[in-house]
């Protein structure tokens, strides 16, 4: 039965892709996505009541306001990180632990922040006995990042901000990518890929309209 559901999850996954191909650049994503997605049970990242629907491809609410976000955006936005092997990755916005799962099986060690405290100690329990052994979660204001253990190949922010916070930019390494959630409404962000060269210079790329709670906290800089 859950095979059935994944696979449809994962059909669902493909046409979206297809269906925003003009819009992300590319008709499928890293096959290497595709299988983590497919290696990774969502029904244990969502609350109990909802897990009938755990394979839908929509964002589920996870309690204290927030949710786990579609399925689709999970692997589009892992996907557009290009992540390597060796690489060592940063999230802010661990909410139910899924999108740090899936980037734990596509790089060598993922470092996750949580602005809510009880999640952050719900993330941390479940990862822990569904044997993820390469991520390390913290609470706290993801806004300034994790300094001591950057800087990052890749940085994932998976709530959204008014604009890119400068600590999350200086801790990128050069030839490292983020993906960032930008805009002042509730209810519509642009996903933005953010690449930093050997240089230390930036280029921004808008990738398509996305709808994500907001980013607590935020300072300016
Ligand atoms: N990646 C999550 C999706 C979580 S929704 C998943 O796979 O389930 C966004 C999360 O970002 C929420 O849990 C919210 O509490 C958290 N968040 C919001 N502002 C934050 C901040 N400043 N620092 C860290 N986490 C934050």
């Not at 589009?76 to 099986?105: H, K, N, P």
Request: glycine share 8%.
């Amino acid at each position: 039965m859950v095979k059935r559901q994944l696979q449809r999850m994962l059909d669902a996954i493909e046409s979206e892709v297809r269906f925003t191909s003009n819009m992300i650049g590319k008709k499928a994503l890293d096959p290497k996505v595709m299988s983590a997605m497919s290696n990774t049970p969502r029904e244990k990242f969502v609350p109990k009541f909802y897990s009938d629907y755990a394979f839908d491809n929509g964002p589920l609410p996870i309690g204290h306001g927030q949710t786990i976000s579609q399925p689709y955006i999970v692997a589009l936005m892992t996907d557009l990180l290009e992540l390597e092997a060796d690489d060592v990755v940063l999230e802010i916005g661990t909410g139910s632990g899924y999108q740090a799962a899936i980037l734990s099986q596509l790089c060598k060690q993922v470092y996750s922040i949580e602005y809510v405290p009880e999640l952050a100690d719900m993330a941390k329990a479940r990862l822990k006995k569904l044997g993820y052994n390469n991520i390390e979660m913290k609470a706290g204001n993801g806004y300034d990042g994790w300094p001591e253990h950057g800087p990052y190949d890749g940085i994932i922010i998976t709530a959204a901000a008014s604009h890119i916070p400068k600590p999350l930019i200086e801790q990128l390494k050069p030839g490292g990518r983020m993906v960032i959630p930008v805009g002042q409404h509730h209810m519509y962000q642009e996903l933005q890929l953010v690449e930093k060269d050997e240089n230390g210079e930036l280029s921004i790329k808008d990738i398509l309209g996305v709808a994500f709670v907001p980013f607590r906290g935020e300072r300016n800089d």
